[in-house]
């Protein structure tokens, strides 16, 4: 095993199946019913309680937990659903550690809050285990409204306007359905084929028909479906990829990481996925340390995150980054790429040390190689062929708080519309949002 | 030295934590093995006459938890002890002979006649036991055949029965009370006139632990239907404290040494016991939960606080705390307190609040940025913020300074004493002289 973990160059199969199984089982193990009861004993249930304003999607946390408490999970995870019906994925993949987790008034009395998070994962695992699904939609209204974009924002978006009766149709350009849950996520934070498991459960309240391989400006276009529908929703995400600008930025072995990670994801057996030995990864937050992360989970000998700014600027949080450090990645900070070396393929990566000046980042003439193989670039995404007609403000699609666009019957929701963080979370409450706003237009 | 050898109506034991009649006490190899635990004397599991009786062969106990499984309540429909007289006997005076230092008292339950006590009583003498305890108390299965609480709801047949075997034995005799009645005076006092040496109380409270709501039998369930069982463990502490506490200040039972019983689960709660007037304690549930080392706790803690105490001995605390139990109509109205939050030890989980706001006098206000402040005004002191505060002692409650105005009435705190008996609003008021 040790022969190919050294093995130059770009390989797959440095690790066996069995230990790659076991690298890539789930990050934090579902509660069993006893711990369950135990965790949730902890809560207060507050007085308007703090870790609802930090939710994104607003759940009521001290309901859904008491009624955890009461022998009741799947109370609670009817009370999830209501606010978010993609709580099965936010709780395996939500960065809880900012959002209602550090709002728990135990983090603040002792450092260790209500698991949140996994409590709410023992209650809708509990629920999406029994057949069916929890909601029933009413009598149509005949209204049609097309979704665009299966991702988290599109798929909470579409469910919340059948549960109103409308009809949808959920168009996708990848081949499956899922968006960055599918494509993008950790493996570990959703092993087990839980993004698909979750959409077929999700589209179980009927009134939606999904049609992949169908993209916004190849086979559908904006005109066309705002014509022949009542209304449309754009959840179409960040497509585009920021590109590394330094030279050998075109040498094989430097790729974009969300790539890598899609094609991980993907991948039907794990000893084919290839990494490098020597591995750097380019960004500072929650893509590059799961480029990272999994990378190291893969075999790499070395794996380096290379961020240009230091430490308390990183967009990911300092439990990832612990997390990422306790799996063997190494940090850079204050250093970025000025080239890539080697012929034909990455070999070395040459950072250039930077401090911050007063009219931002300079580089301070040092420099420092680094063994590379493989270079994943995490320096973020963007919004790629916005659709015309519509307004963009900072590079994504401008929409009032309702997700209301330039156009009259344009919503749009999710990393390729402005306002909220890029989390999965944020995308599900504004795709719920617009929903709620689409139905009331829809109504009047 | 911190001394707390105890000597409980002439019985010495190396300490005053006493297993309870029950089944820690039901045979030689229990009562053995506590008392190499460090267990001071045990009352051994209730005796009857041959043919001994049968338990039930399914579930005996029901159950209450608290969080993580704690047990916080358990019920039982056990009866008394299930094997033959004389192995009893037997075995008793073998551990009797064994261990002379530890007090070995017999517990009884025989049927309502002369001839059956003055029968058993020199059975149990010529096992040199040290006491016997008449269970008057045991609420289920023995009552529904006129012995156990059926005799112990009826002050008259305890004096009788007391004074039966007063008149059959030098042995001392312990009568073991019932809670399961209106007013636990009245079976004490009688007790106490059938010249019983002392009274043991609580006995079990009858109750139904739960309902299993499939199969709508009652817990513990025997082949789909339950019986009404005895209740005890730390649930029970407050009931059997009172009621210790009011036998303890009767005038009419002054005097009258008490085993105090229900809920002890820690060397506080002994220690409460006793300072509310009890002359020892006995333990079941807290054995039968977490084995016979619980002891050790028992005696080092009781040992630990009364040397930070300066306490040599039992009796400089025993029965401390009677004398500060009262009748409400006595109790000072001019003692004004207010509740207080520390703003730094506060949590922000705002529960005083909903607490306050739903259910007391709207005495918190909810501000800007979580921050939660009394509002004297409206606070009269009810202590709920208090008991509901996740925080310990971060809301206490403050006494006004004599000479302060309470804002919520206007009216000048002062020092004298004023209650109920004096107070305008009562019709039946003594006169201020
Ligand atoms: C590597 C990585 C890891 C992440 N990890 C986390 C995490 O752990 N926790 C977290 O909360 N967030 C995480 N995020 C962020 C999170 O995944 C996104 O914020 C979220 O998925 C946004 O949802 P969305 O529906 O707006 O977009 P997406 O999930 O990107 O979905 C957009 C969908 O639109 C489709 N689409 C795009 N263009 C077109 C078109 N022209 N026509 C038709 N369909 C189109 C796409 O195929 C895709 O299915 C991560 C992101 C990345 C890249
Ligand atoms: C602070 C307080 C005051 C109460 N006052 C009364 C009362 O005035 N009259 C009454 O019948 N019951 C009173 N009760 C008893 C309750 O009505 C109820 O029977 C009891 O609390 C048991 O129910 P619970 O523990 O399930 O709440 C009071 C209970 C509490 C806690
Ligand atoms: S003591 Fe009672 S009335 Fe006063 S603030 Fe607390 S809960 Fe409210």
């Not at chain 1, 075109?250 to 039907?268: C, K, N, P, S, T």
């Not at chain 1, 009219?359 to 995490?378: K, M, N, Q, S, W």
């Not at chain 2, 050898?5 to 297993?19: A, C, E, M, Q, T």
Request: proline residues 5%; contains cysteine.
């Amino acid at each position: 095993m040790s022969q190919a973990t050294t093995r130059p160059g770009i390989a797959a199969g440095r690790l066996d199946a069995a230990t790659l199984a076991s690298n890539f089982a789930d990050l934090h193990p579902p509660y069993d019913a006893h711990e369950a009861l135990v965790a949730a004993d902890r809560c207060y249930f507050c007085h308007d309680a703090p870790c609802v304003t930090a939710c994104p999607t607003s759940i009521d946390i001290p309901m859904f937990i008491r009624q955890i408490q009461a022998g009741q999970p799947e109370g609670a995870a009817r009370t999830i659903f209501e606010a978010n019906i993609l709580g099965g994925m936010c709780a395996r993949v939500c960065p809880t550690e900012t959002l209602c987790e550090e709002a728990c008034v135990r983090e603040a009395a002792e450092g260790k809050p209500v698991e949140i998070g996994r409590l709410q994962r023992y209650a809708t695992d509990t629920l999406m285990a029994r057949p069916g699904h929890p909601f029933s939609r009413p009598e149509p209204t005949g209204k049609l409204v097309a979704v665009v974009g299966a991702g988290p924002a599109g798929l909470a978006c579409a469910h919340r306007l059948a549960l109103h009766g409308h009809d949808v149709t959920l168009y996708d350009a990848r081949p499956k359905g899922g968006g960055l849950n599918e494509y993008g996520i950790a493996a570990y934070k959703a092993p087990n084929g839980f993004a698909q498991a979750e959409l077929d459960w999700l589209m179980g309240i009927g009134g939606i028909r999904l049609r992949t391989g169908m993209a916004l400006g190849r086979e559908i276009s904006l005109e066309k479906i705002a014509a022949e529908f009542d209304a449309v929703f754009l959840g179409i995400g960040l497509a585009g990829v920021n590109a590394l600008s330094a030279d050998g930025a075109a040498l094989d072995g430097v790729g974009d990481a969300v790539e890598f990670i899609a094609g991980l994801r993907q991948a039907e057996d794990l000893t084919t996925v290839p990494v490098g030995r020597n591995v750097v990864v380019i960004g500072g937050g929650m893509t590059a340390i799961d480029a990272a992360v999994q990378s190291k989970l893969l075999g790499a000998e070395t794996v380096t995150i290379a961020y240009r700014r230091g430490r308390d600027r990183m967009a990911a949080s300092r439990y990832e980054q612990d997390l990422a450090a306790s799996h063997g990645v190494a940090f850079r900070f204050n250093v970025q790429p000025v080239a890539v070396h080697g012929e034909g393929a990455a070999r070395e990566i040459e950072l250039a040390y930077t401090e911050e000046g007063r009219d931002g980042l300079v580089t301070t003439g040092e420099t420092v190689r680094l063994p590379a193989d493989e270079v994943h670039i995490a320096i973020g995404q963007k919004l790629d062929g916005a659709p015309e007609g519509l307004t963009l403000y900072h590079g994504k699609i401008a929409v009032d708080d309702e997700g209301r666009t330039a156009h009259p019957k344009v919503w749009a929701g999710g990393d390729c519309a402005t306002g909220g963080d890029d989390l999965t979370v944020t995308a599900v409450a504004e795709g719920r949002d617009a929903a709620e706003s689409i139905h009331r237009a829809l109504s009047g | 030295m911190t001394d707390i050898r105890n000597d409980f109506v002439g019985i010495k034991s190396p300490n005053p934590f006493w297993l309870a009649s029950a089944p820690p006490t039901d045979k030689q190899y229990n009562v053995e093995r506590a008392f190499k635990a460090g267990w001071g004397g045990v009352v051994w599991k209730t005796l009857g006459l041959d043919p001994h009786i049968v338990n039930v062969n399914g579930p005996r106990y029901g159950v209450v938890y608290g969080a993580d499984r704690r047990l916080l309540g358990l019920n039982n429909i056990e009866l008394i002890t299930d094997r033959p007289l004389q192995t009893n006997l037997d075995e008793i005076k073998a551990v009797k002979r064994a261990w002379p230092d530890r007090a070995v008292v017999v517990s009884l339950m025989v049927p309502c006649d002369e001839e059956s006590w003055n029968y058993i009583l020199p059975l149990v003498e010529e096992t040199g036991a040290d006491g016997v305890e008449l269970n008057f108390g045991c609420p289920h299965g023995m009552s529904e055949r006129g012995m156990g609480s059926a005799v112990g709801q009826v002050p008259d047949y305890i004096e009788m029965v007391a004074r039966w075997c007063k008149a059959a034995t030098r042995m001392p005799v312990i009568v073991k009370l019932t809670p399961n009645i209106t007013d636990i005076r009245y079976p004490a006092r009688a007790a106490h006139k059938g010249g019983a040496d002392a009274v043991s109380l609580i006995n079990t409270v009858s109750s139904i632990t739960s309902v299993n709501l499939d199969t709508m039998s009652p817990e513990p369930s025997i082949d789909g239907k339950g019986s009404h069982g005895g209740y005890c463990g730390p649930a029970v502490k407050p009931i059997a404290l009172n009621m210790v506490a009011e036998i303890a200040r009767d005038p009419e039972t002054a005097g009258l040494p008490i085993s105090g019983i229900g809920g002890i689960t820690t060397w506080r709660d002994a220690a409460e016991f006793l300072a509310l007037g009890a002359g020892n304690v006995q333990v079941c549930t807290a054995a039968m939960t977490y084995g016979f080392r619980v002891v050790t706790e028992m005696i080092e803690g009781l040992k630990g606080w009364m040397e930070t105490k300066g306490y040599s001995s039992l009796a400089d605390f025993q029965g401390r705390a009677v004398p500060n139990v009262t009748d409400w109509q006595y109790l000072n109205l001019n003692y004004v307190t207010k509740a207080r939050i520390d703003q730094d030890a506060c949590i922000k989980c705002g529960r005083c609040f909903a607490a306050c706001e739903d259910t007391s006098h709207q005495a918190i206000a909810m501000k800007e940025g979580r921050v939660f402040e009394v509002i004297d005004e409206e606070c009269v002191a009810c202590n709920l913020c208090v008991n509901v505060c996740p925080v310990e002692n971060c809301i206490t409650m403050e006494r006004l300074p004599v000479g302060s105005v309470d804002p919520r009435t206007g009216r000048e705190v002062v020092e004298e004493h004023g209650d109920w008996t004096t107070h305008p609003n009562n019709p039946a008021r003594v006169a201020a002289e």
